[in-house]
């Protein structure tokens, strides 16, 4: 099976812009999750996404969001980028319940905002 | 706020010793317990998991929870200059929403 794939690897934005993240689960999973990574925080949860419905939210500005499609491919999304929105991007899939199969994260994007 | 606690580190082995890392977490209805690793600009990558009391070992690693006191830890043992990497502990409260600690950084040295 494929693993979970994230596009672009890399993103180099400006202050102000806003940039749109994709994710491809592992085929039949129906969750998708994403989480921020920085130094400075580590690994913190952004949402999740369950049969295209918003199951859980972290503790992130409005200006962070998603959604899911009914292909189960998710895509996040920042507006008005800062400087401290640079960070790794992590997706994982499920196929539910983490009870049913622990999360596995994908490659990441990179984000730069300068 | 749920918190995850790990010591940064770093924890230094010499290769073939036994390395031990813990984590406690404060949220007392946390039922799943994971720990990932992570090399160094790379996505973390699942090494075990436990949901009972008690040990749970795979291969060269063992996770142990003791839910009572909050508290889970890795072994790993035979330590290579391979396992060398952070080593992040995340304990699931809802959904498929994990809260990750800031992770221990093991340096294995041949």
């Known amino acids: 099976k494929a693993g979970v794939t994230q596009t672009p690897r890399y993103l180099i934005k400006t202050r102000g812009q806003q940039v749109t993240l994709s994710c491809s689960p592992i085929?039949?999973?129906?969750?998708v999750s994403w989480y921020q990574q920085t130094p400075g925080q580590g690994l913190q949860f952004l949402f999740e996404?369950?049969?295209?419905?918003?199951?859980n939210k972290g503790n992130f500005p409005g200006r962070f969001s998603g959604r899911q499609f009914s292909n189960s491919r998710s895509e996040m999304n920042v507006s008005t980028l800062e400087l401290g929105d640079s960070a790794l991007y992590l997706c994982a899939s499920s196929p539910g319940r983490p009870e049913d199969s622990p999360l596995h994260f994908g490659n990441g994007t990179r984000l730069t905002v300068t | 706020q749920k918190e995850v606690e790990q010591n940064s580190g770093p924890l230094s082995v010499p290769e073939g010793a036994i390395a031990s890392l813990n984590c406690t977490y404060s949220d007392r209805g946390s039922q799943s317990f994971f720990w990932y690793r992570q090399y160094s600009g790379k996505s973390p990558e699942l090494i075990m998991f436990i949901y009972s009391n008690g040990d749970k070992e795979d291969g060269r690693f063992t996770a142990q929870l003791n839910k009572a006191s909050q508290y889970v830890s890795l072994l790993i043992r035979d330590s290579q200059p391979s396992d060398s990497a952070t080593y992040l502990c995340a304990v699931n409260n809802a959904g498929n929403m994990l809260t990750f600690g800031g992770g221990t950084r093991l340096m294995v040295k041949p």
């Open positions: 085929s039949g999973h129906r969750s």
């Open positions: 996404y369950f049969s295209e419905t918003q199951r």
